[in-house]
């Protein structure tokens, strides 16, 4: 029982019995499935369940909004084909902190992102920026970067920064989440497993004071989610695992 409830706490508290067992068996542990469920009934411990997001951008009417491209078609076939992009809030001691992310949609991996005290451009700009720098040496010619219709994105800072990494924005409707789907997916993610868990928010230095700690905790959890979390739309791999695997398979057919 001890192995299992630490390797629960390393992954931030927040698998079920799924990945659980998943996380048991990579670690070299023969463990079954209902074997896991019953020790964690006794440890007390469960899954982290999802909470909706309740936080929306403002559009801004003067700005020019680009088409939406993605047409809620949240595949790719290869890294930096589509990202998605998007941010929220979170409440600290000292007020309230937002966070931006960017998102590669054919692995779900995090590349870049940004906590600032204010929702301004230059907050969704800073993400972009590691996004970029993430993915240094590598064309982007042909990305399409996906966000909803917030001012932020529809400014003419972000959209000139588009343009010098060699993106094309992609806008969805006014007020529709199902438009950036996979975006709010991961900052429900990251809503549930780290500020809104109380088992990652003790562990992890939480409740946050302000950005400083909310920073650091954010820079803890997205690499974790990068290259230790299970992703079932992933077939349970990571999303450091999957563009691995890409690169494999297109260096085998290069070859």
């Not at 990202?83 to 966070?99: E, H, L, N, P, Q």
């Not at 940004?114 to 230059?122: D, E, F, H, Q």
């Not at 438009?179 to 429900?188: H, Q, R, V, Y």
Request: hydrophobic share 40%; proline share 4%; aromatic share 10%.
């Amino acid at each position: 029982m001890p192995i299992l409830l630490a390797l629960w706490v390393k992954n931030y508290s927040v698998y079920g019995r799924r990945k659980l067992t998943k996380a048991a068996r990579k670690a070299g542990h023969d463990i079954g499935r209902d074997q896991v469920a019953r020790l964690m009934r006794q440890l007390g411990i469960r899954g982290a369940s999802r909470s909706r997001k309740r936080f929306t951008t403002k559009s801004d009417p003067a700005h020019v909004r680009a088409p939406d491209l993605l047409q809620r078609d949240f595949t790719a076939t290869r890294p930096n084909e589509k990202w998605v992009a998007d941010f929220t809030y979170c409440s600290t001691w000292s007020g309230i902190v937002y966070v931006a992310f960017v998102i590669d949609v054919f692995s779900r991996r995090i590349v870049g992102w940004k906590a600032s005290r204010t929702m301004t451009a230059p907050l969704v700009i800073d993400a972009l920026n590691m996004a970029a720098w993430t993915r240094r040496g590598i064309d982007l010619d042909g990305l399409i970067c996906h966000t909803d219709a917030g001012s932020q994105y529809t400014s003419i800072a972000y959209t000139d920064r588009l343009e010098e990494i060699d993106a094309t924005p992609s806008i969805g409707t006014i007020g529709d989440s199902y438009d950036n789907a996979l975006a709010e997916t991961t900052i429900g993610l990251f809503k549930t497993e780290l500020h809104r868990n109380p088992a990652a928010l003790a562990q992890n230095g939480g409740p946050w004071r302000g950005l400083d700690d909310l920073e650091l905790a954010t820079c803890g959890w997205v690499a974790w989610f990068n290259d230790e979390r299970f992703h079932g739309e992933l077939s349970d791999l990571t999303p450091a695992e999957f563009e691995d695997a890409y690169r494999d398979g297109s260096q085998a057919d290069a070859a």
